[in-house]
């Protein structure tokens, strides 16, 4: 046999390509089983009891506001004629968006095989829970008349009325309270298995009832796994759809106004980009924390799979830079006085510092995790992450507020500014938020054991023993 014979039949060397794994250092399934559990079983540290007191304390004082505002009347908002939807609004808008990205990294990313989220998804699944628990202060309160909320549901009632279910506020109640029944469940399925392994670790009684409760008597038969994986499947698909379906029907809120500004086709795609966007940044703010708190959770949330979200912010970052320049486009092209005099006000008007933020950062941030080396420092990531949020929000308040302050005829324009009860109350369900994770990543394990154990080398029977 020839020697261009030989090097034809020998094995390519595809150390090059080879793809980084789940679990670092070569971790086996038992490690991965006590470091999870570790941060619940373990003693409660000294930085937890700080960060839930002030997270708590911002959460109380935005619950007193909102106690306050229901007592008083929307009065005490900084809302007014014609800014009628204002911060509370913008901030309903804000949360909505954040956590479609959860569900987009959980569901999706599952439904497509993509093996990297695992150790990221079941955070992100719990922050689209608490983020749509948060966005769902705001419709209620809204209304002024808090006790006469639940005329929005189409339940009978004594007065012989039923809601306009034309009406986008409608369209709002059965978007958030789906998505929020959906995710929920979606988020508790996949913990049954975990929560069934700390209750087979308790060592106290209450501990092994409230996981034994919780865990809905799971015995990891193969009948039981069989259930659970065509279940967990189900609700990933139908958590995939309401991720588009209920952020269309929020952009839709604004997109069938007439009203300069929001009155644009493009919206679903706008708000679907934008939330996936800032969604991400969410992800990778909550995570880079935790695994540096953490030490043992270094080897399963692992830098390649924070650059993979990275990733992912630089491609939706991308996508709301197009939108941006499309929605101007538009203005221009259309010809239409009105809506290019609500963008010529947008970015020269009393309030045109909010718009200069919002493209400040959300056409530059997001670009500069082009660079690998931006992408992999960690620290950097975080500063950035956060920075993208921030550029989220202020564009959610120039999409919802700005384009109301000038309207169709000049004598109705106004001006807004927030009251002191407007930011409490905005910075009480970022309390609200926090409080919540907190209380997840101390009693509840923030990945899914047994999906990490089953990405572990060896754990497929086409595996080789000199993989890595």
Same mark, same amino acid.
């Given at each position: 046999?020839?020697?261009?014979a030989t090097n034809e039949?020998e094995?390519p060397d595809?150390?090059?390509i080879?793809r980084?794994p789940?679990?670092?250092?070569?971790?086996?399934?038992l490690?991965?089983? %006590?470091?999870v559990c570790?941060i619940?079983?373990?003693?409660?540290?000294?930085?937890?009891y700080a960060?839930?007191?002030?997270?708590g304390a911002f959460a109380?004082a935005?619950?007193?506001?909102?106690?306050?505002m229901?007592v008083?009347?929307?009065?005490?908002?900084?809302s007014n004629s014609?800014?009628?939807?204002a911060? %509370?609004?913008?901030n309903?808008?804000?949360?909505?968006?954040m956590?479609?990205?959860g569900?987009?990294?959980s569901?999706?990313l599952?439904?497509?095989?993509q093996?990297?989220?695992?150790s990221?998804?079941?955070a992100?699944?719990?922050?689209?829970?608490?983020?749509i628990?948060c966005?769902?202060?705001y419709?209620?309160i809204h209304?002024g008349?808090?006790?006469?909320?639940w005329?929005?549901?189409p339940?009978?009632n004594?007065y012989g009325?039923?809601p306009?279910?034309?009406?986008?506020?409608?369209?709002d109640?059965?978007?958030?309270s789906?998505?929020?029944t959906v995710s929920?469940?979606f988020?508790?399925?996949?913990?049954?298995? %975990?929560l069934?392994v700390?209750?087979d670790?308790?060592t106290t009684?209450i501990?092994?009832?409230?996981?034994g409760v919780?865990?809905?008597g799971?015995l990891?038969?193969a009948?039981q796994?069989?259930?659970?994986e065509s279940m967990y499947?189900?609700l990933?698909g139908?958590?995939?759809v309401?991720?588009v379906t209920?952020t269309?029907i929020?952009?839709?809120?604004?997109?069938?106004?007439?009203i300069p500004?929001w009155?644009?086709?493009?919206?679903?795609?706008y708000?679907?980009?934008?939330?996936?966007?800032?969604g991400s940044?969410?992800?990778?703010?909550l995570?880079?924390?935790?695994?540096a708190?953490?030490?043992?959770?270094?080897d399963?949330i692992?830098?390649?799979?924070?650059?993979?979200?990275a990733?992912?912010?630089?491609?939706?970052?991308s996508?709301?830079?197009?939108v941006?320049?499309f929605e101007?486009?538009c203005? =221009?092209?259309s010809g239409?006085a009105?809506?290019?005099?609500?963008? =010529?006000e947008?970015?020269h008007g009393t309030a045109a510092?909010?718009?200069?933020?919002?493209?400040?950062i959300?056409l530059?941030?997001p670009?500069?995790?082009?660079?690998k080396?931006i992408r992999?420092?960690?620290p950097?990531v975080?500063?950035?992450?956060i920075?993208?949020?921030?550029?989220?929000?202020?564009e959610r308040?120039m999409?919802?507020?700005t384009s109301?302050?000038h %309207?169709?005829?000049?004598s109705?324009?106004?001006?807004?500014h927030p009251?002191i009860v407007d930011?409490?109350?905005?910075?009480?369900?970022?309390g609200?938020f926090f409080t919540l994770?907190?209380?997840?990543?101390r009693?509840v394990?923030?990945m899914?054991m047994?999906?990490?154990?089953?990405?572990l080398p060896?754990?497929q029977?086409?595996h080789?023993?000199e993989e890595?």
């Amino acid at each position: 046999m020839s020697a261009s014979a030989t090097n034809e039949t020998e094995t390519p060397d595809l150390s090059a390509i080879a793809r980084p794994p789940q679990v670092l250092n070569n971790r086996g399934p038992l490690w991965v089983t %006590d470091a999870v559990c570790s941060i619940v079983e373990g003693k409660t540290p000294l930085w937890w009891y700080a960060g839930i007191t002030v997270s708590g304390a911002f959460a109380a004082a935005g619950l007193a506001c909102i106690l306050y505002m229901i007592v008083t009347g929307v009065g005490v908002w900084g809302s007014n004629s014609p800014a009628f939807w204002a911060w %509370d609004i913008t901030n309903f808008i804000f949360w909505v968006s954040m956590a479609h990205a959860g569900s987009f990294i959980s569901a999706v990313l599952f439904l497509t095989r993509q093996k990297w989220s695992l150790s990221v998804s079941r955070a992100a699944e719990a922050m689209t829970v608490f983020a749509i628990v948060c966005a769902g202060v705001y419709p209620a309160i809204h209304i002024g008349r808090v006790w006469f909320v639940w005329f929005l549901f189409p339940v009978p009632n004594n007065y012989g009325m039923w809601p306009n279910f034309s009406s986008p506020l409608l369209w709002d109640v059965f978007a958030v309270s789906s998505y929020l029944t959906v995710s929920s469940l979606f988020w508790f399925a996949g913990m049954i298995p %975990d929560l069934a392994v700390l209750r087979d670790r308790a060592t106290t009684k209450i501990r092994k009832f409230c996981y034994g409760v919780a865990s809905l008597g799971w015995l990891g038969t193969a009948r039981q796994w069989r259930h659970y994986e065509s279940m967990y499947v189900l609700l990933a698909g139908l958590t995939a759809v309401l991720v588009v379906t209920v952020t269309t029907i929020v952009a839709s809120d604004c997109a069938t106004s007439v009203i300069p500004g929001w009155h644009a086709t493009i919206f679903p795609f706008y708000f679907m980009a934008g939330a996936v966007y800032s969604g991400s940044a969410t992800v990778l703010t909550l995570l880079i924390p935790l695994r540096a708190l953490y030490p043992q959770l270094k080897d399963l949330i692992t830098p390649s799979q924070l650059e993979k979200v990275a990733k992912l912010l630089l491609m939706m970052g991308s996508c709301v830079a197009y939108v941006y320049v499309f929605e101007l486009f538009c203005a =221009w092209y259309s010809g239409n006085a009105f809506e290019r005099g609500a963008f =010529w006000e947008r970015f020269h008007g009393t309030a045109a510092w909010y718009a200069i933020t919002c493209l400040t950062i959300n056409l530059t941030v997001p670009q500069l995790f082009w660079f690998k080396r931006i992408r992999t420092c960690l620290p950097l990531v975080f500063v950035l992450a956060i920075l993208c949020n921030v550029g989220m929000w202020f564009e959610r308040f120039m999409i919802v507020t700005t384009s109301l302050l000038h %309207d169709f005829l000049p004598s109705s324009w106004g001006n807004f500014h927030p009251s002191i009860v407007d930011i409490l109350t905005a910075t009480g369900t970022v309390g609200i938020f926090f409080t919540l994770f907190l209380l997840f990543i101390r009693f509840v394990p923030v990945m899914s054991m047994n999906e990490l154990k089953a990405a572990l080398p060896g754990a497929q029977p086409q595996h080789s023993g000199e993989e890595h």
